[in-house]
């Protein structure tokens, strides 16, 4: 039925020129001043003026070609992104050059949103418009979030950060996992905060931590806009003035450790909580653990073998492969302007 795998992703600056164009295109018709702009250029500098996520998703690509050929899948993998080269378009036209008639496309986000589900469809199938006849058929993987590979290599991530606190602070630990927010009118059209919930409360049953919290970081849009809360910077305060000393913090609506994550978590909250007397450890993002590689694996053989059971873990069972015509609705629909658009259009890389 397929004849390729198509990797999406949301896209990079590579160089210190090429994050100004690079936010601009984000940003392009939301109105962000040019002033915001100029503050994640900043951010951008701390890291040398490029981002990692690029680089990650070649890497995730020479995992994922070796399962593959471990389990005689020999489809050719492709990569495209939203917003930096390679662009979607560009990979798509390469695709059908190379006689690829029908793909499935895996897009790095566990879970339901418009910015990080349908939003991905429109963006595929803006790059099917622009090749026009002949433009590759694109059908995107199901969404993962309560897949047990992905809890599996979540478990095993916080455990690993578990295991930098000593008997007697585990006693006294709180276990804080994060996600990018969106605003609530979007939350309210979709089920991302549900989904992250799912996670969250997976991965902690899985360790025996009873105390955990879900917080989110990195957004963007006017003050007076509700965005899903609370923020991973007062949260850590209101922690600080109950007493708590141990926080183990898991960016569990994230896949690889990008610029959002090293700058937002390592940069900022590390310095908050070394400032509030808090030990504070992050757990590795799951990147190419091998359970997480595994699990695209699955994802891939469970389309093309449709009888092949698909797995699932927690209350909602697996997610659609296609999804509804009305889930996750645009910001329009939402009752929100597209500037307002899903996650942190300038601070995300």
Request: aromatic share 8%; net charge neutral; charged share 25%.
């Amino acid at each position: 039925m397929y004849d390729a795998i198509l990797l999406v992703s949301f896209g990079g600056p590579e160089k210190p020129e090429d994050v100004m164009p690079f936010l601009e295109n984000v940003t392009r018709g939301r109105n962000v001043p040019h002033e915001r702009l100029l503050e994640v250029v900043e951010h951008y500098q701390h890291f040398g003026g490029r981002s990692p996520i690029n680089d990650q998703c070649r890497t995730l690509i020479r995992a994922l070609r070796a399962e593959l050929d471990a389990h005689s899948i020999h489809l050719p993998i492709y990569w495209g992104n939203r917003n930096w080269r390679p662009l979607l378009a560009d990979t798509l036209r390469q695709m059908r050059d190379a006689g690829i008639q029908r793909a499935l496309a895996f897009v790095t986000s566990a879970f339901s949103s418009y910015s990080s589900c349908r939003q991905y469809l429109e963006n595929i199938t803006a790059a099917q418009a622009e090749l026009g006849e002949g433009a590759p058929h694109i059908h995107k993987l199901r969404v993962f979030y309560n897949h047990p590979r992905f809890i599996e290599s979540w478990v095993d991530q916080v455990r690993r950060a578990l295991d930098q606190f000593s008997e007697d602070e585990r006693r006294k630990l709180r276990f804080v996992a994060t996600a990018h927010s969106i605003p609530r009118a979007l939350a309210a059209t979709s089920a991302y905060e549900k989904q992250l919930r799912e996670t969250a409360g997976l991965v902690a049953q899985s360790l025996g931590l009873r105390e955990w919290d879900l917080v989110f970081q990195s957004r963007s849009g006017p003050p007076a806009q509700p965005w899903l809360e609370p923020d991973i910077l007062d949260h850590l305060r209101a922690l600080a003035a109950t007493g708590v000393k141990n926080i183990l913090l898991a960016p569990i609506g994230f896949i690889s450790d990008h610029l959002e994550v090293l700058y937002d978590l390592d940069t900022e909250a590390s310095t908050l909580a070394h400032d509030l007397g808090l030990k504070l450890v992050r757990a590795e993002t799951v990147a190419t653990h091998p359970c997480f590689i595994a699990m695209i694996r699955e994802l891939i053989s469970e389309r093309l073998n449709p009888a092949e059971p698909k797995q699932a873990m927690g209350a909602f069972g697996p997610s659609r492969d296609v999804c509804p015509a009305d889930c996750c609705p645009a910001p329009q629909q939402a009752g929100r302007p597209p500037a307002s658009e899903g996650p942190s259009a300038s601070r995300r890389s």
